[in-house]
Each structure stands twice: as structure tokens, then as C-alpha cells.
């Protein structure tokens, strides 16, 4: 069986789940507290993150971009990334754009401040830092609904690993309810399709230790 | 003709640089002071930031990632990912390891305070994240060798991706005279290989305005 090393509220590792689900590929999932740093899961990724991947064949995979190249790589069908190079580099840019623009602007202030400062016990959370999540979040917001003006998903007609990208990093704040989605409908109607997706019900599903979600994070109606 | 917009001093671009010319593809540099948010520009990138590549077809992809994979997948010949799904998976890890963790935890400490401050005019240099970035990169270097123990390249058999995105980073520090190479014989070694390599060359000339580079930078015995 393939395992799946996660941690609660990873943005990186809800895509990995989301990407696996879609392409129909069981895994189990483990838990790993990589401020931990335990041994035994250095020596399978030095660099001591999630997500990482242990294959049915045994191969090791660690990073996010290294293992959903890796899945498109090795189980193409259905494919994420898109039919021509300049559609799959139309879907790699934002992935980008999400798992580090995003990432940087909005989830590292938010969830990071709020939430794994709490689970490492690394600090308290800055102050600024939130305030300047919760404003940069509506720019993001409003880029999404810019790309859905003209597109059914935000690569293009296709539900691609952007969607997946973009929806692992927005439901962890979610979970923390600091989505406006209320100032933001076209955005919310986007998400409210991925929410209905079989794949995203784990990720509704999981709680942190400590923390219950904001009242709508698990509805599909929100 | 290519486009490929970068800034001085900017790893991800300077990467991009290598792969292009590692692969005989002719371009043309533009230098695009990406704090200025040239309008025409944002137009190209809305995200703001190099590398961003115009080819000969007219498409415009913007981001290392978008870029360096669509490059192997338009170019293929020579391949700088690896031969299997899992070797190229071993590439992309250390990709990351390097453009985001090695950024993250060195060149952002020191190229960013030192250079991208001064030459964007946003602030003083942080001495803490300096001292940071200077005990960090011996890690860094360690590592290189720990990899080079038992092979060839970073990756493996083959000088790939992971190589010139470790270099790339690793130029821009240092640019300004801030890697400890004679701690670390091995991963010197191995840098005086790559920067013996023609591509290299074009990064080796480059010149940041108002700032010389550390004695040695050019020179390919150092």
C-alpha cells in the first residue's frame, strides 16, 4: 500500500491527497510532527517535510512538486496539469502562484501564526503579520474571480492541480474561518464546486488536535 | 527570437539562464527591475516577478517551475531531469531543496539583506538573518558533499536540474564573497566543474550595478 506522510493543515499535503483521490490511487496516511524531527523519517527526507510519498514499488518521493510530477509522471490517466505544454505551464504558474505567492501573503500569516505556532509551540502569534493576511487574502480572491471570468476552472476549461492547489491552500484557512467569502461570490461558488468533489471529503473531515474548524468549513452549503 | 526577463542576482532566473543555453537555445536577457511594477509587465506576469520567458512561438511562461518544465517537455534533448519517473523525481527534490529551502534559509538572509534591500531601496540589512544565513549554508555545503559522496552529480550519474539550480543559488551568494568554500573542499570541487561549463560563463560576467563581486567570483580556479 502506498503511504502518505502528512501533517494537520498542510496546505502541500491536502494537494498531494486531493491529487491522489482524483486519480483514483488508494494510500494510507500518517501523522508526522516534523518539528519532531524523528529519525527514522529524516533518513526518508532529509529535509524533514511533508508531504512524502511512499510508493507501491517503494520509491520514496518528498516534496510536493516532486511527487505530483511524479503521479502525473506515472499514472497519466486522468491527467492535472492539462493536454499541450502551454496549457500545462498555464497550470504549473499557478500552482506557483499558490503554493508560494499565496503561501507567503496570506496562509503563512494566517494558519501559520494563528495555528502551527500553537501545534510547535514556536511563539506567539505577530500581530502585524495576521492583519496583513486577512487584508492580501481579498487580492487573491478577487485574481481567482479575474481567471473565472473567462474560464470554467482557473487553468482553463479543465479541473487541473491549480483548483487542487488553490483549494488545499484555502481550506486551511478556512478551517480557521478567515475566508471572507461573503465579499467574494464568485470565488465561494468556485469553491463550493471542489467542496462537492468525493475527493475534498477527507480533507473536510479532519480535525486538528485542539482546534475544532470554523461552523461552515465541512458544509457544502456555506 | 526568445525573451527571457530577469534581474540581477535573481537565482531562479540565472537557472533558467543555464537551462536555456545547457540545451543550445538562443535568447535574449532583458533586465526588469521587478519593484517598479511596470505595467507592461504585469500584463506578461501578474504575479510581478522573474523569470518570465516569451519563445519563439509567442507563448509566455513565467515561473522556474512553469519554465523549466515546460523547457523539457518542448526541448527535450538533452534532458536535464533523469532518465525514470524516479529519478526525476530525485531531481525535483533537490530542486526544491535548493530554490526553496537553500533560498529560505540562505540566500534570502544574505543576498536578500544585502543586495536586494540596497538595490530596491526597502530597508537596511537585518543583522540576525545574516548571522542566520552565515551559519546556515555550512549545513547547505555539508549536504552537497553528503550527495557527492556517492555520486557523479547532485542527482545522480547525470549533471541535471538539481545541479543548476544548487549553482545558481549558490553564485549569487557567492557574488558577494559569502560561501566558505575552503571549509568545504568537496562541494568546491564540484562548483569549480560547473563553473568550467560554457553556460556558466554568461553568469560570471554579469555585473550588478553599483556593486563589484568578491575577488574569486569569475574565476574558475578559486
Same mark, same amino acid.
Given at each position: ?5 502528512? $501533517?494537520? =493543515?498542510?496546505?502541500? /499535503?491536502?494537494?498531494?491527497?486531493? =491529487? =491522489?483521490?482524483? @486519480?483514483?490511487?488508494?494510500?494510507? #496516511? ?21 508531504? &512524502? ?8 518521493? /518528498? ?5 505530483s510530477e511524479?503521479?502525473e509522471?506515472? !499514472?497519466?490517466?486522468?491527467d492535472f496539469l492539462g493536454r499541450d505544454v502551454v496549457q500545462r505551464a498555464e497550470t504549473r504558474r499557478l500552482v506557483t502562484w499558490f503554493d508560494i505567492k499565496f503561501?507567503?501573503? &496570506?496562509?503563512?500569516? #494566517? $494558519?501559520?501564526?494563528?495555528?502551527? @505556532? ?15 493576511? #486577512?487584508?492580501?487574502?481579498? !487580492?487573491? =480572491?478577487?485574481y481567482i474571480?479575474f481567471l473565472l471570468e473567462k474560464r470554467n476552472w482557473l487553468a482553463g476549461e479543465e479541473f487541473s492541480q491549480a483548483d487542487m492547489t488553490a483549494?488545499?491552500?484555502? /481550506?486551511?484557512?478556512? !478551517?480557521?474561518?478567515? $475566508? ?15 467542496? /462537492? ?26
Amino acid at each position: 500500500m502506498r503511504t502518505l506522510f502528512h $501533517v494537520w =493543515l498542510q496546505p502541500q /499535503s491536502r494537494k498531494i491527497r486531493l =491529487l =491522489l483521490l482524483e @486519480k483514483g490511487l488508494d494510500f494510507d #496516511l500518517q501523522i508526522e510532527k516534523t518539528w519532531e524531527r524523528r529519525t527514522d523519517f529524516l533518513s526518508l527526507n532529509p529535509a524533514g517535510e511533508v508531504p &512524502v510519498l511512499i510508493d507501491t514499488n517503494g520509491a520514496v518521493l /518528498s516534496g510536493a512538486y516532486a511527487i505530483s510530477e511524479y503521479l502525473e509522471e506515472s !499514472y497519466g490517466q486522468p491527467d492535472f496539469l492539462g493536454r499541450d505544454v502551454v496549457q500545462r505551464a498555464e497550470t504549473r504558474r499557478l500552482v506557483t502562484w499558490f503554493d508560494i505567492k499565496f503561501s507567503r501573503e &496570506v496562509s503563512d500569516n #494566517l $494558519v501559520g501564526e494563528k495555528m502551527v @505556532k500553537r501545534l510547535q509551540r514556536s511563539g506567539e502569534p505577530n500581530g502585524p503579520a495576521i492583519r496583513a493576511g #486577512l487584508i492580501n487574502i481579498h !487580492y487573491h =480572491l478577487d485574481y481567482i474571480e479575474f481567471l473565472l471570468e473567462k474560464r470554467n476552472w482557473l487553468a482553463g476549461e479543465e479541473f487541473s492541480q491549480a483548483d487542487m492547489t488553490a483549494a488545499a491552500q484555502l /481550506s486551511t484557512v478556512d !478551517y480557521i474561518g478567515d $475566508v471572507p467569502w461573503d465579499k467574494h461570490p464568485g470565488a465561494k461558488a468556485w469553491y463550493a464546486r471542489i467542496k /462537492s468533489r468525493p475527493s475534498f471529503k477527507s480533507l473536510l473531515d479532519e480535525r486538528m488536535p485542539g482546534q475544532y474548524p470554523a461552523k461552515h468549513y465541512a458544509n457544502v452549503d456555506f
